[in-house]
């Protein structure tokens, strides 16, 4: 069954520090999704993602976060300037149409020291 | 401001009784409403989607009601198995074609053998 597959599983980088957390969705999936959640706390929507540009962005999502589908497969979440509170599990999702099933991956885990 | 909240916050049940988990959200205007299991440390497993116009939906032992109106929505649980232990979140689809996902605080459920 196709799953939506994220890398690294776990990243650690210094404050003030670029990550980019990789995702492939699946192959048929029209909408591209990235959600956080903090430890302990609520599952929160960044940012989705349709036909190449940002459909709608949470607040959470200022100039420090971009995303991008640099080729066919890959869907990237870049935070720039890393921060403390930026540490969190982040999940990538897609789906086929915006009002479908979302399928989600299984997380990065980023730690900001 | 769309707000989700998942009550009881915990629960434990002996092996093989029916359950039912609650979710409530405060605006009714939703696309739809998902309810996903999360294991420990693990993304999130979708298990039923229903939309707005929709008031249940079934997937072997698992049905979730919606009941749009008064804001609530229930998944029941039959004849319960150790392996259904796990957190049960439940997630309104808004915004745009209701691509974003709000979601509650879960449901921590365990079953006792």
């Known amino acids: 069954e196709p799953e939506v597959t994220q890398t690294p599983s776990h990243q650690v980088t210094q404050m003030g520090q670029e990550v980019i957390l990789r995702c492939v969705p699946i192959?048929?999936?029209?909408?591209f999704y990235w959600y956080r959640q903090i430890l302990g706390q609520k599952v929160e929507f960044l940012v989705s993602?349709?036909?190449?540009?940002?459909?709608?962005k949470s607040e959470i999502f200022d100039d420090q976060f971009s995303v991008e589908r640099p080729d066919g497969s890959n869907f990237t979440l870049k935070i720039r300037s890393t921060k403390l509170e930026d540490s969190a599990m982040y999940f990538c999702?897609?789906?086929?149409?915006?009002?479908?099933?979302?399928?989600f991956g299984p997380g990065t885990r980023l730690t900001v020291l | 401001k769309q707000e989700v909240t998942q009550i009881p916050a915990a629960l434990s049940v002996p092996e093989g009784e029916n359950l039912v988990l609650n979710c409530s959200f405060t605006?009714?205007?939703?696309?739809?409403l998902q309810w996903f299991r999360q294991d420990p440390g693990k993304g999130l497993t979708s298990l039923l989607l229903?939309?707005?116009?929709?008031r249940e939906q079934t997937s072997g032992r698992l049905n979730a009601s919606l009941d749009k109106s008064s804001g609530r929505s229930t998944l029941y649980i039959a004849a319960s198995q150790p392996g259904d232990s796990a957190t049960y979140l439940c997630a309104v689809g808004v915004g745009n074609a209701g691509n974003m996902l709000t979601f509650g605080g879960g449901t921590r459920l365990m079953v006792k053998p």
């Open positions: 993602f349709y036909n190449n540009e940002i459909s709608e």
């Open positions: 192959s048929n999936h029209l909408y």
């Open positions: 229903i939309q707005s116009s929709q």
């Open positions: 999702a897609s789906s086929e149409q915006g009002f479908n099933t979302q399928y």
């Open positions: 605006d009714s205007a939703i696309y739809n």
